[in-house]
């Protein structure tokens, strides 16, 4: 008897499981959701909106940009809202162009040609017109625990030193 309620128990135990595993499309669409809410805010300069997103462990990276403007992996919640904040301050305004976006699993990735505008020493303004821009933002457990940027930098820097001179 104790041997027919074990097995029933592990049976039970086993369909319960089965039943809160979500299939590869459930998980490609929360991530979908997820990641397009956060990309939009992110383009928004909405910090409050991504900051409601974030995975406390979340990290942000930009190793594209490193040797430009020596950007270095940052780790934490507040530590990645503190330099979006610090770092954009001076974005005036930011829109995006989709090229493509992909979701699989827990990876959203959204390529585009950013244009935005920046103040140099709170004087000039300069725009940077299609910047190709490739953003991938990871998953878990609802919200954003990695995200990462890709940019062309190159596209930016033969802006820059035109608008700064002229």
Known sequence: MKKRIVVILML????LTAQKKLSFSDITGNTKKISTKYFNDYIKLNFEGMKSQMHDSISFNDP????????????????????LKKTYEAIVEMKSEPIRTMFSSNVGIFEVQ?????K????????INNMPLI??????????I????YGDYNNFLVQYKKQLTE
Not at 12 to 15: A, D, E, K, L, P
Not at 114 to 118: A, S
């Open 114 to 118: 950013l244009t935005y505008k920046f």
């Open 12 to 15: 039970v135990s086993t369909v």
């Open 120 to 127: 140099v020493d709170n004087k000039k303004t300069i725009t």
């Open 135 to 144: 953003v991938v933002l990871y998953v878990e457990k609802g919200e954003i």
């Open 64 to 83: 594209t940009a490193k040797s430009i403007f020596g950007i270095e992996l940052i780790e934490g919640k507040t530590k990645v809202l503190e330099n």
């Open 146 to 149: 990695k995200h990462r940027d």
